[in-house]
């Protein structure tokens, strides 16, 4: 039995159309000859009656792409199926020959059907075990150096019997377990390398080891950080001596042109490493195939400058702008040398920064998401109709609540479709229960045993 899930709306077309339906109308419309087998993977699947008639009027023969043939063969794909993570388009070339193609879109499930809601998930992780048992329900996973070696490697609890002992050994058998409907972001080891070719051979292995449909390239923003300063954050006290935003132009620009020098080789790209909402636009630019909003950190940062400032208004005691400054050091607001600052000036700051995030009474950054409206609104106004928002980085008992609650709101409804959220696995397994699952459970188990 197949079930359309929103491929199209038959009650609202009034009838189902299918590619089988011209392929036998009247000796009109014919197969290609050698292509019979991948044209029946999806003469079935319901089609438009503006499709149906534009394929009518301009197809003698149909057949597929050689790209077609590519997908269906490289994740040999079960006879008279179309792979999941591709939609179907049709291309018109000459003497009335029309071919279906496949073209990479985790929005679809296999057969030409749509994944059940617009909004898609993620996971962040690189352990095998715990990706298998939601591997049916997302659309993208995650992972960068930290997660492979120091969550799943080098963790004996979690690499039971140390059977998995090397970074590919990791992602082929990820890759296995996903299939070909999920797209794979994995972050290159040294973002500083010079050498553009390195780079790309690096990138080359990932795709080498999960093909080019699924491999997303994780680009992180480097800000004032090189490969000549980055040791500062290896060694000693770990601290940065520069300001997050004093360094050279080049340097803030390298995650940028990186993404687009990978763009040019054809990869996709995760611009990663996106706090502030005015990041967003100018990371637009380098045409990414997803951007992101982190957005945990940020609030819990947020809640504690706050907490400073008004330890201050209420006490006058200086000794908490003090603090809040050792907390700014703490926390790369202000770089390692930075502890004669002025208390004005951090207070200034702080005031400032709060004002940005939307953060006083009845504001919208209370809540953590003003970066995700913001980043939405934007989106919204691109030229990249590819481009997905990763909201990333969250924990606790409101946060992934209050973005589902978001998404629902009238202004961001439509932007559904673009978004992705990503997070562990057992923190969103978490919001698949309530305290009424479990009360259900006691009474319906206690009857169904019999007991009075």
Same mark, same amino acid.
């Given at each position: 039995?197949?079930?359309?899930?929103?491929?199209?709306?038959?009650?609202?077309?009034?009838?189902?159309?299918?590619?089988?339906?011209?392929?036998?109308?009247?000796?009109?419309?014919?197969?290609?000859?050698?292509?019979?087998?991948?044209?029946?993977?999806?003469?079935?699947?319901?089609?438009?009656?503006?499709?149906?008639?534009?394929?009518?009027?301009?197809?003698?023969? $149909?057949?597929?792409?050689?790209?077609?043939?590519?997908?269906?063969?490289?994740?040999?794909?079960?006879?008279?199926?179309?792979?999941?993570?591709?939609? *179907?388009?049709?291309?018109?070339?000459?003497? !009335?020959?029309?071919?279906?193609?496949?073209?990479?879109?985790?929005?679809?499930?296999?057969?030409?059907? &749509?994944?059940?809601?617009?909004?898609?998930?993620?996971?962040?992780?690189?352990?095998?075990?715990?990706?298998?048992?939601?591997?049916?329900?997302?659309?993208?996973?995650?992972?960068?150096?930290?997660? $492979?070696?120091? =969550?799943?490697?080098?963790?004996?609890?979690?690499?039971?019997?140390?059977?998995?002992?090397?970074?590919?050994?990791?992602?082929?058998?990820?890759?296995?377990?996903?299939?070909?409907?999920?797209?794979?972001?994995?972050? =290159?080891?040294?973002?500083?390398?010079?050498?553009?070719?390195?780079?790309?051979?690096?990138?080359?292995?990932?795709?080498?080891?999960?093909?080019?449909?699924?491999?997303?390239?994780?680009?992180?923003?480097?800000?004032?950080?090189?490969?000549?300063?980055?040791?500062?954050? *290896?060694? !000693?006290?770990?601290?940065?001596?520069?300001?997050?935003?004093?360094?050279?132009?080049?340097?803030?620009?390298?995650?940028?042109?990186?993404?687009?020098?990978?763009?040019?080789?054809?990869?996709?790209?995760?611009?990663?490493?996106?706090?502030?909402?005015?990041?967003?636009? *100018?990371?637009?630019?380098?045409?990414?195939?997803?951007?992101?909003?982190? $957005?945990?950190?940020?609030?819990?940062?947020?809640?504690?400058?706050?907490?400073?400032?008004?330890?201050?208004?209420?006490?006058?005691?200086?000794?908490?702008?003090?603090?809040?400054?050792?907390?700014?050091?703490? &926390?790369?607001?202000?770089?390692?040398?930075?502890?004669?600052?002025? *208390?004005?000036?951090?207070?200034?700051?702080?005031?400032?920064? =709060?004002?940005?995030?939307?953060?006083?009474? !009845?504001?919208?950054?209370?809540? !953590?998401?003003?970066?995700?409206?913001?980043?939405?609104?934007?989106? &919204?106004?691109?030229?990249?109709?590819?481009?997905?928002?990763?909201?990333?980085?969250?924990?606790?008992?409101?946060?992934?609540?209050?973005?589902?609650?978001?998404?629902?709101?009238?202004?961001?409804?439509?932007?559904?479709?673009?978004?992705?959220?990503?997070?562990?696995?057992?923190?969103?397994?978490?919001?698949?229960?309530?305290?009424?699952?479990?009360?259900?459970?006691?009474?319906?188990?206690?009857?169904?045993?019999?007991?009075?």
């Amino acid at each position: 039995m197949s079930v359309n899930y929103g491929l199209l709306r038959p009650q609202e077309n009034g009838m189902v159309f299918s590619v089988k339906a011209l392929a036998g109308n009247g000796g009109k419309t014919s197969l290609i000859q050698g292509e019979e087998a991948y044209v029946r993977r999806f003469w079935n699947q319901p089609i438009s009656a503006r499709l149906y008639a534009d394929i009518a009027l301009a197809a003698r023969y $149909i057949g597929v792409t050689e790209n077609f043939r590519e997908v269906v063969d490289y994740f040999k794909t079960p006879e008279d199926e179309t792979p999941a993570g591709f939609r *179907l388009e049709f291309i018109a070339e000459a003497d !009335g020959v029309v071919r279906a193609d496949l073209v990479r879109d985790i929005g679809y499930d296999k057969n030409g059907q &749509k994944r059940p809601t617009k909004l898609l998930f993620s996971a962040d992780s690189a352990n095998p075990y715990e990706v298998a048992s939601i591997a049916n329900l997302i659309a993208n996973l995650t992972c960068n150096p930290g997660i $492979i070696y120091d =969550l799943f490697i080098n963790n004996p609890k979690a690499n039971a019997g140390n059977k998995f002992k090397t970074r590919d050994e990791v992602m082929s058998e990820i890759g296995r377990i996903l299939g070909p409907g999920v797209d794979i972001s994995v972050e =290159l080891n040294n973002p500083f390398e010079s050498d553009i070719n390195k780079v790309l051979e690096e990138a080359a292995k990932f795709r080498e080891i999960l093909s080019p449909y699924r491999v997303v390239i994780k680009v992180p923003h480097t800000g004032p950080v090189n490969a000549d300063n980055v040791q500062e954050l *290896l060694s !000693g006290d770990k601290k940065f001596s520069l300001k997050y935003d004093q360094g050279k132009t080049q340097d803030f620009f390298r995650g940028h042109n990186l993404a687009l020098a990978l763009r040019e080789h054809g990869y996709r790209v995760n611009f990663t490493l996106m706090f502030e909402p005015y990041q967003t636009a *100018l990371a637009l630019q380098a045409k990414p195939y997803f951007i992101n909003s982190f $957005i945990r950190h940020r609030l819990v940062q947020s809640q504690e400058i706050e907490r400073h400032l008004e330890l201050y208004r209420t006490s006058g005691d200086h000794s908490f702008l003090a603090a809040l400054r050792q907390f700014f050091i703490e &926390k790369d607001y202000l770089p390692s040398g930075a502890g004669q600052t002025g *208390l004005p000036e951090i207070k200034a700051a702080a005031e400032r920064l =709060l004002h940005y995030r939307g953060f006083g009474p !009845g504001g919208e950054g209370r809540d !953590g998401l003003d970066s995700v409206r913001h980043n939405l609104r934007i989106l &919204k106004n691109t030229n990249l109709p590819e481009t997905r928002l990763i909201i990333c980085s969250m924990e606790g008992e409101t946060m992934y609540p209050a973005i589902d609650k978001m998404l629902t709101e009238e202004e961001f409804s439509s932007m559904a479709d673009r978004v992705v959220i990503t997070a562990e696995p057992e923190y969103l397994a978490r919001f698949t229960s309530t305290n009424q699952v479990v009360s259900y459970q006691r009474r319906f188990m206690n009857a169904a045993s019999g007991a009075k």
